[in-house]
């Protein structure tokens, strides 16, 4: 008997290792995978704030070229501004909530991005009149990761320190752990 109940726990401890590393690995399969659809979305840019239909009425390519010529003088005269594609989001709008589409432009260099991005946090963007934001693209399990980790950077701004993420993309699963 006592042979029996042995080999019945040392069975029981190798499957809760063998479930442990199991966990392990899901777990990093799932960062991979945060990992490469924040890569694929690096060159992207959202605009949010677009007045309803002006995106349709001149097309979304014509429209972004014109924020960037009436915001950005020097960006919009560069010629190696080349645009890969442009989408509206959400497909389909709630009814019941009043929100505006927003239009996700991928970029063919990231350099051009971030100079864009540079330039529209050093001023207010507006597109007749109206003020729209420009902002970065990441992927939805990224932002959540930076949620959680808001209290933490407000307390430290509460005492007088000056918290970066150094690189976006793998700073939050890192300091989950931690």
């Known amino acids: ?3 029996r109940i042995s080999n019945l726990e040392d069975g029981n401890i ?7 590393e199991r966990e392990a690995r899901l777990k990093r399969n799932e960062e991979t995978l ?44 560069e010629p190696a501004l080349q645009i890969h594609e442009i989408n509206r989001t959400p497909n389909y709008l709630n009814a ?5 589409r927003n ?14 991005l540079r330039a529209a946090r050093q ?12 902002s970065v693209v990441f992927s939805a399990e990224t932002l959540q990761a930076w949620r959680e980790l808001k209290d933490i950077f407000k307390m430290l701004k509460d005492k007088n320190f000056q918290p970066k993420i150094l690189y976006p993309q793998n700073y939050p699963s890192d300091m989950m752990e931690k």
């Not at 190798?14 to 442990?20: C, D, R, S, Y």
């Not at 019941?96 to 505006?100: A, D, I």
């Open 34 to 77: 945060r990992e490469l659809s924040d890569t694929i979305r690096r060159c992207n840019v959202r605009i949010i704030g677009i007045p309803k239909g002006e995106e349709k009425e001149k097309g979304a390519e014509d429209f972004f070229k014109e924020i960037i010529a009436e915001n950005f003088t020097n960006l919009g005269k």
């Open 96 to 100: 019941k909530r009043s929100s505006s």
């Open 1 to 3: 008997m006592e042979e």
């Open 103 to 116: 239009i996700i432009v991928k970029l063919a260099k990231v350099d051009n991005k971030e100079k864009i």
């Open 123 to 134: 001023k207010k963007i507006t597109y007749k009149g109206s003020p729209i934001r420009l």
């Open 14 to 20: 190798e499957l809760l290792q063998a479930e442990e």
